[in-house]
Nanobody, 125 residues
Framework: QVQLVESGGGLVQAGDSLRLSCAAS????????MGWFHQAPGNEREFVSA????????RYADSVKGRFTISRDNAKNLVYLQMKSLKPEDTAVYYC??????????????????WGQGTQVIVSS
């Protein structure tokens, strides 16, 4: 089992920045690719970004490219999502997820076995 706990969400204005963190425990963190997803009310949970187990490969949804940056610190069992130039449409609950490491960085939420409880991000206009 991998336990994931997100933090760092909050209420910000459009154009602001926010950094989300996800703390992992339970298994060897460096064995897992990590992803961030978000879910707005009434919508499905959507892929935002993912990072490979060693941090050398990343992937982003088109809607966040150039604004969001994913990173990880395997020594601290943490994964981050730095969000800049936030827009009202970024408002959602953000979830951290883990999947056993692979040669492919997955966007499909079904590929991820472990999930956190989510952290709310609200961007006001």
């Amino acid at each position: 089992q991998v336990q994931l706990v997100e933090s760092g969400g909050g209420l910000v204005q459009a154009g602001d920045s926010l950094r989300l963190s996800c703390a992992a425990s339970g298994r060897t963190f460096s064995n897992y690719d990590m992803g961030w997803f978000h879910q707005a009310p009434g919508n499905e949970r959507e892929f935002v970004s993912a990072i490979s187990w060693g941090g050398s490969r990343t992937r982003y949804a088109d809607s966040v490219k150039g604004r969001f940056t994913i990173s990880r610190d395997n020594a601290k069992n943490l994964v981050y999502l730095q969000m800049k130039s936030l827009k009202p449409e970024d408002t959602a609950v953000y979830y951290c997820a883990a999947t056993y490491r692979s040669s492919t960085i997955y966007e499909e939420r079904g590929k991820y076995s472990y999930w956190g409880q989510g952290t709310q991000v609200i961007v006001s206009s």
